[in-house]
Nanobody, 124 residues
């Protein structure tokens, strides 16, 4: 089983940037699709972005297109979420998720491995 650990969250002013990391450990990381989700207080967990193992399939939520970028480093077994032009509405706990699959999906039920989450707070 793959274990996921997120890092890189914090407090940033509106317009600023953060880079989240999701490090995978455990069994082989190959053929795993990876996704980022977020959950604000009182709201459902929502899709942010996902990337296939090969990196040729990427899906992004409309709300983050042009501002967030997902990419992965296979050698480091790590997936990143580069977040630029942050807005107060991006404030949430961000979760990394994984599933052994060659496709990606923008739905949380697709993923069966989850990290513990990292808090991102954007001040106005």
């Amino acid at each position: 089983q793959v274990q996921l650990v997120e890092s890189g969250g914090g407090l940033v002013q509106a317009g600023g940037s953060l880079r989240l990391s999701c490090a995978a450990s455990g069994r082989t990381f190959s053929s795993y699709a990876m996704g980022w989700f977020r959950q604000a207080p009182g709201k459902e967990r929502e899709f942010v972005a996902a990337i296939s193992w090969s990196g040729d399939k990427i899906s992004e939520a409309d709300s983050v297109k042009g501002r967030f970028t997902i990419f992965r480093d296979k050698a480091k077994n790590t997936v990143y979420l580069q977040m630029n032009s942050l807005k107060p509405e991006d404030t949430a706990v961000y979760y990394c998720a994984a599933r052994r699959s060659t496709v990606v999906a923008p739905v949380k039920d697709f993923y069966d491995v989850w990290g513990q989450g990292t808090q991102v707070t954007v001040s106005s």
